[in-house]
């Protein structure tokens, strides 16, 4: 369109003077020129325009801008943008656009076309779908705040991939009362992939959703705004295709909240389809509620000045993906604040690491992400991931408060003239850390990730998965139906040499020689890195109801003030032959009835075994603490070993049971109660009864070290052998020793716990020999009495050894005391025997009859 705004008549017209000026939607005389040419084509301005009935405006290929006055797409009537990839398509309105019930502004499948997408974007796999808002780590693109690509095109299979959707700004914020109403359709989703069923033949993947930036005063209505992707589709066999990603939606309202738009906002991805096996991630959802409002914004963290910032990801009941819904790094930009985050069910939520990212050379050039409240819904919890390269802080908000981060705000609505505002007044510069609970989104901490917790955590009815940095938590709850794991790659980093923390007793003993459970400030590191990884220390450590925390493969450490195992939960050590585990209370540790803390199988797998223990040979028990006349490891006062695996037989031994140090003796009041039960048990041999099949063999008990001020409880310490099995015909397999176990108590003795403490061999199959009890050691009142560094090296007041198998058959192996170094000598002063036990202290390797008679 040419207005010629410089013609009487005309010139005065407020339209022409905006669709000249701000407006920018028409060629117009007073620009000097004289009719719509070049650059100028491509626009269309009017102070009017009205779709009725069902008419139908299609937009050429190419065309950039569309406005008026006003705008009314009403009835069934339908506006359909041109295929515009390069660039935003602008449809502006001065006073009011509206889009009934039943009209559509479709801007769909007019973005990049299959195997193609901005250069900012990656290339999606074979049949996969095009990217945007969602993606497998790292390939996401699009700003968030301020979306303006359009949705990449997906691959193509036998047939053409589908087309992303476009990009499109909705402006109509001249007026503080200017108004979008949107009761109809507005979209700019991705096309679906193409079926291709013949013998052979691949489906396409779906295009991405496009790009759908919003910029208005007043936003009203109750219809539907979407960004999705395609869908995939039906190929020959297994070679089904996947949708596209969600694109990205930004919603900047100068005037209203969120809540005057009762509609439905979304960019969800396309459903993958049949054999595809990682559904799409959805793109996002930004609000900016209240544009201009924030005092004193951050130019990164707030370049709008939003009043709230809030971001949905959703992706509306689609199957869990691996793909992750993430916020990419645009411009350089490396800090980002979100004041709320909502995430729909199953959703994976990431934002992206720096590409100079380098865990040794570059480990503190970091992506970070501030995050004020997190909200769900649905019983599938979503996930936060923490990439590597990474910074998350949960922060939370305080009572009354809409921001974090930069500047901590409250706001009120107050009416004058005739219409509401918003006042905003800084209460002061914080990030506030209330207490977090992890339930409504699942969190994963990933190796060289770092998250910043509130100081007291609870996790309830979600998953809480750590293998980078635990930052800032001390008090850490996990509660019914959660589910934690700490991996050997993360730890907890305590700043213990910041103001306020310095002073606090558990930070200086989680990070002195006494408590050693993680990696502090005061060693001189300012990460988790190196040797300091897989401990983890707080200052109370709680699990309730059902929950479970299970230790990965190389976890050392693991303790607080105050360590409680209560309800039915359960604490799983992991996979550790080399050393042994640590898990240690300064001042009360406690496993309640029905709880569980369960080192079984922890020790050396298939096959294995400590240098000092004898090797076992196929369907063989392991052996540790009992075994045929010197073959016994292990020592008996101070047990570290973990246990040895049973012998292959057609599947693999049973592992031996690992090493435990249960510690708690840093004041002359810590107590130990266990009323639960504390295992390091080995496991069964496995059977094998097809033809010529050969059972495995049971791997022998761990060893068990307590170290106490105080012991009480009903429960049970257990480093028990695992069972032998059956195989074919006479191929059965032999069960494993019993173990080690070891009570240095100070202040109680033996009868103040009135559980059982036990080493007991695993079960013979049928008529296999029975494999011999391991050892259990009380040293009670250690450093009461005079040391002698063979036979009394703890000072113990009392030094009693028991050896008990049990209900079990008569073994002829013996339970046995082994030299520890150069040890000629032992003392006991209360020897146990359970019923048929053979007991006995192996000869050092030197004795000889003829020649070194005397050395014994």
Do not use: K
Not at 197 to 220: D, F, K, M, P, W
Not at 394 to 421: I, K, M, N, P, W
Not at 451 to 479: F, Q, W
Not at 769 to 797: H, I, K, L, M, Y
């Amino acid at each position: 369109t040419w207005v010629n705004d410089t013609a009487v008549g005309v010139s005065g017209e407020s339209w022409a003077a905006w669709a000249c000026g701000e407006g920018r939607v028409t060629t117009c005389a007073s620009g000097g020129s004289v009719r719509a040419s070049g650059g100028d084509r491509g626009r269309f301005g009017f102070s009017q325009l009205r779709m009725l009935g069902n008419a139908a405006l299609t937009l050429g290929a190419g065309v950039t801008a569309l406005g008026a006055v006003e705008v009314s797409v009403e009835d069934t009537s339908r506006l359909t943008l041109g295929a515009l990839p390069s660039q935003q398509f602008r449809l502006t309105a001065r006073d009011a656009l509206r889009v009934a019930v039943g009209a559509v502004v479709s801007g769909d499948a007019t973005g990049y076309t299959a195997n193609s997408h901005h250069s900012s974007c990656t290339t999606p796999g074979t049949r996969d779908g095009g990217r945007h808002g969602g993606g497998p780590v790292g390939t996401t693109c699009g700003d968030y705040e301020w979306p303006v690509l359009a949705g990449g095109g997906g691959r193509t299979g036998t047939r053409t991939g589908g087309t992303g959707g476009g990009s499109l700004l909705l402006l109509c914020n001249s007026t503080p009362s200017s108004v979008l109403d949107v009761n109809g359709t507005v979209s700019v989703d991705g096309q679906s992939g193409t079926s291709a069923t013949s013998v052979n033949q691949q489906a396409s993947g779906g295009g991405a959703g496009g790009s759908l930036l919003v910029v208005a005063s007043r936003l009203s209505g109750t219809g539907v705004m979407s960004a999705d992707g395609g869908s995939g589709a039906n190929g020959y066999s297994s070679y089904d295709s996947n949708g596209g990603s969600g694109g990205r939606i930004a919603m900047h309202v100068s005037h209203s909240g969120r809540g005057d738009f009762r509609g439905t906002v979304r960019a969800r991805a396309g459903a993958a389809y049949g054999s595809w096996s990682s559904q799409n991630a959805a793109g996002t959802v930004f609000w900016c509620e209240r544009p201009g409002t924030a005092v004193d914004p951050d130019p990164e963290t707030n370049r709008f000045g939003c009043g709230v910032r809030r971001v949905e990801a959703d992706n509306a009941g689609r199957t869990t993906s691996t793909y992750h819904t993430q916020l990419a790094l645009e411009g350089g930009r490396r800090r980002f604040e979100v004041d709320e985050l909502y995430l729909g069910p199953s959703v994976h939520f990431s934002v992206s690491a720096p590409s100079e990212f380098d865990e040794d050379t570059m480990p503190d050039a970091r992506t970070s992400l501030v995050l004020g409240n997190v909200t769900s819904s649905g019983s599938q919890v979503p996930t936060l991931f923490v990439e590597a390269g990474v910074t998350l802080t949960l922060a939370g908000l305080g009572d009354d408060d809409v921001q974090v981060g930069h500047v901590r705000t409250t706001s009120s609505q107050s009416a004058f003239a005739g219409e509401s505002s918003w006042s905003t007044q800084v209460v002061r510069r914080t990030t506030v850390q209330r207490p977090l609970e992890v339930s409504v989104a699942s969190l994963t901490v990933e190796e060289h990730g770092r998250a910043v917790l509130p100081p007291s955590v609870v996790v309830r009815n979600a998953a809480l998965n750590v293998a980078g940095e635990l930052v800032g938590v001390r008090s850490l709850t996990l509660d019914q139906g959660s589910s934690t794991t700490f991996s050997s790659a993360g730890a907890t980093w305590v700043n213990d040499t910041a103001e306020g923390m310095s002073g606090e007793l558990w930070a200086s003993w989680a990070c002195g020689p006494a408590g050693g459970v993680s990696a502090c400030a005061s060693d001189g590191s300012s990460r988790a890195s190196g040797s300091s990884r897989g401990r983890f220390g707080f200052s109370r450590l709680r699990l309730l109801g059902d929950a479970t925390l299970t230790l990965g493969a190389g976890v050392t450490a693991l303790g607080a003030a105050e360590v409680s195992v209560l309800d039915t939960s359960t604490l799983t050590l992991g996979s550790l032959a080399s050393q042994q585990f640590r898990l240690t209370a300064r001042d009360r540790m406690q496993v309640a009835v029905g709880a569980s803390v369960v080192g079984d199988g922890a020790g050396f797998t298939s096959g294995t075994q400590d240098a000092s223990c004898p090797s076992v040979g196929g369907r063989g028990g392991g052996v540790h603490g009992g075994g045929p006349q010197g073959s016994a490891c292990g020592d008996y006062e101070w047990p570290v070993l973990a246990g040895s695996a049973g012998g292959a037989g057609t599947n693999a031994g049973g592992a031996g049971g690992g090493s435990l140090l249960l510690l708690c003796n840093a004041t002359a009041t810590s107590e130990l109660d266990v009323n639960g039960t504390v295992s390091v048990n080995g496991v069964n041999g496995i059977g094998s009864t097809g033809y010529n099949y050969q059972a495995s063999g049971g791997g022998s008990g761990g060893s068990l070290l307590v170290v106490a001020s105080r012991l009480s409880g009903t429960g049970m310490l257990s480093a028990n052998g695992g069972a032998g099995a059956r195989g074919y015909s006479s191929y059965h397999s032999a069960p494993g020793s019993g173990g080690r176990v070891a009570m240095h108590v100070t202040g109680s003795g033996h009868a103040a716990f009135r559980g059982t403490v036990r080493a007991i061999a695993g079960a013979a199959y049928s008529t296999l020999p029975q494999a011999a009890a391991g050892t259990v050691f009380w040293c009670e009142s250690p450093g009461s009495a005079p040391q002698d560094a063979e036979t009394n090296r703890f000072g113990c007041g009392v030094r009693r050894v028991e050896v008990d198998n049990g209900d079990l058959a008569v073994s002829s192996q013996l339970a046995q005391l082994v030299a520890s170094g150069s040890q000629q000598r032992f003392e006991v002063d209360e020897l146990h025997l359970g019923p048929g036990v053979r007991f006995s202290v192996q000869a050092p390797t030197a004795f000889d009859a003829a020649t070194m008679p005397d050395v014994r």
